[in-house]
């Protein structure tokens, strides 16, 4: 429960109690009290790191076997590593058959080989479900992320909308004296140019005629 590879192993509640699908109820129920016992952190005060993760690999394994659907779930999967077991068989079957008619291979020959093969079998289809799962769950994550981020630049634009629409009411009146008082110092300078402008109409004096 704690060599490597244990993380994708203790995938599989089965493999951490050591257990088949045939075995009881009551028997898994002893056999995860001893496990449980035997991996205590508290049992073990000078490992208790690893005799933590062991524990808690056995009490996720014990609360996996008691839920239906998950039973239900892990049946499915167990019956495709057989299908993937058979197929392997078979193929590493006919590679031995290339080399003699009577070839053999371990798996055939001993049960401690074929039980190897099995376990590797299984776990790699625990492993690949589980990266799978992780995939999805992280590219998720990361729409999540996107679409809060949109949230919030949606949420920023808005308010600099809103700040924007807020300071051009508040300068309005401003400009509208500003342009009133505008217009009014330019009509007094118009009026004060046209004055300047303006001259009457002098008539020449008149001199006395001379004979």
Excluded: C
């Excluded at 920023?156 to 909308?161: I, P, V």
Aim: charged share 45%.
């Amino acid at each position: 429960m704690t060599k490597a590879g244990s993380k994708y192993l203790n995938l599989n509640p089965y493999e951490v109690l050591q257990v088949s699908q045939e075995t009881s109820e009551e028997e898994r129920k002893k056999i995860f009290r001893r496990l449980s016992i035997l991996v205590h952190p508290d049992k073990n005060p000078n490992d208790k790191e690893r005799a933590q993760k062991a524990f808690d690999a056995v009490k996720t394994a014990k609360e996996i076997l008691a839920d239906p659907d998950q039973v239900k779930k892990l049946k499915l999967l167990l019956e495709e590593a057989d299908a993937l077991l058979d197929i392997n068989l078979k193929e590493k079957r006919k590679e031995a058959k290339k080399f003699s008619p009577l070839a053999t291979i371990p798996e055939d020959d001993s049960a401690e080989a074929y039980n190897r093969l099995k376990r590797a079998v299984t776990a790699k289809l625990f492993a690949d479900r589980e990266i799978k799962k992780q995939e999805l769950q992280d590219r998720h994550q990361q729409e999540k992320k996107r679409e809060r981020e949109n949230e919030l630049e949606q949420e920023e634009s808005a308010k600099r909308q809103k700040d924007y629409e807020k300071k051009w009411d508040e300068s309005r009146n401003n400009r509208v004296t500003d342009w009133r008082t505008f217009q009014k110092n330019n009509k007094k300078k118009k009026e004060k140019k046209a004055a300047k402008a303006y001259k009457p109409f002098k008539p020449p004096s008149l001199k006395p005629e001379q004979r």
